[in-house]
Structure formats: structure tokens, C-alpha cells
Nanobody, 124 residues
């Protein structure tokens, strides 16, 4: 059973940065991909980024709205995946979730385990 815990959310002004963390426990090799998703009030949950390691190579993907601003990375020794968010905009405001799956995908139905989410609010 995988357990995921997000942290690092908060209130930040537009243009500033935040780094989210997703700590995994009970990890299995079958679930080698971690995805970040977000859900704003009244909107559907959308894929933000994902990462999967294979043969020492990290495969990553980003949603169009965050490309060039967000960076995903992982520390396998700590079983933690990070989402560095730069140049934040008010439209980035949402609850951010991490999820574990078998492949790097921005589609939420590809993931089986989810964290509880962390709130990110971008406002002046």
C-alpha cells in the first residue's frame, strides 16, 4: 500500500516561487511514476507534471500552462518528488495533489494512489 504526503503549499505573491514535496512510503517498483495534479474551485482536476525513472533516466512531462515555469525532480534516496514552481500566477491557485502510477502521464485515471493535497494560493 502506497502512502503519499504533499507539503510546501502556502500563500505567495504573483511572480514568486514555491517548492512542493511529495513524500512516498510503502513504495513498490510497480509504481515508479509520480504525477502532480491540481484542482481549482469549480474546475476539473488537471495534470501538471509527471516523472518516471527508468535505467537511470528521468522521463518527465509538463502541462502546457506550466511549461517553462515548473520543474519536477525526484530524490530516490528520500522517496520524494519535488515540484519547483516559479513565476507563479493567480491562475496557478489550486489544491495540488501528487499521485503514484506505472507510467508518466498527465491523465489522472492512470494513477492508483493519491495524496491528500496541499493548497497553493497566488495572490497579491
Amino acid at each position: 500500500q502506497l502512502h503519499l504526503v504533499e507539503s510546501g503549499g502556502g500563500l505567495v505573491r504573483p511572480g514568486r516561487s514555491l517548492r512542493l514535496s511529495c513524500a512516498a512510503s510503502g513504495f513498490t517498483l510497480d509504481y515508479d511514476a509520480i504525477g502532480w495534479f491540481r484542482q481549482a474551485p469549480g474546475k476539473e482536476r488537471e495534470g501538471v507534471s509527471c516523472i518516471r525513472s527508468s535505467g537511470g533516466i528521468n522521463y518527465v512531462d509538463y502541462g502546457d500552462s506550466v511549461k517553462g515555469r515548473f520543474t519536477i525532480s525526484r530524490d530516490n534516496a528520500k522517496n520524494t518528488v519535488y515540484l519547483q514552481m516559479n513565476s507563479l500566477k493567480p491562475e496557478d491557485t489550486a489544491v495540488y495533489y501528487c499521485a503514484a502510477g506505472r507510467d508518466c502521464s498527465l491523465h489522472l485515471n492512470e494513477y492508483d494512489y493519491w495524496g491528500q493535497g496541499t493548497q497553493v494560493t497566488v495572490s497579491s
